[in-house]
């Protein structure tokens, strides 16, 4: 079973070495659906779907912001070129 399984076991080797660490590690998505359920459980009931999807839809918006403008962003567009078939696109220098 392991035998059939080495390429898709090994898949996250051919991102660059800076990557692996966080590549292999569920902290940022457990996190982040802890927050999840952190703020659906301050609502507690939701009048209909839509307001759920939009309670959600802004805390992940949220979390993208806050990971495209961290200091240590947790994969930077410049590294990602390693393993991208587009050319680099560069990001204006985020306010600090």
């Keep these: 079973l392991m035998d059939a399984a080495e390429e898709d076991v090994l898949a996250f080797m051919d991102f660059p070495r800076e990557h692996r660490a966080k590549l292999h590690s569920t902290n940022p998505i457990e996190r982040l659906n802890g927050e999840i359920k952190r703020r659906t459980d301050v609502v507690g009931i939701f009048p209909n779907q839509a307001a759920v999807v939009r309670l959600v839809g802004a805390l ?5 912001d806050e990971w495209a403008t961290q200091r240590s962003r947790y994969m930077t567009l410049e590294t990602m070129t390693a393993v991208s078939d587009t050319p680099a696109v560069s990001l204006p220098v985020a306010a600090v």
Excluded: C, Y
């Excluded at 992940?60 to 993208?64: D, G, I, P, T």
């Design 60 to 64: 992940l918006l949220e979390q993208s």
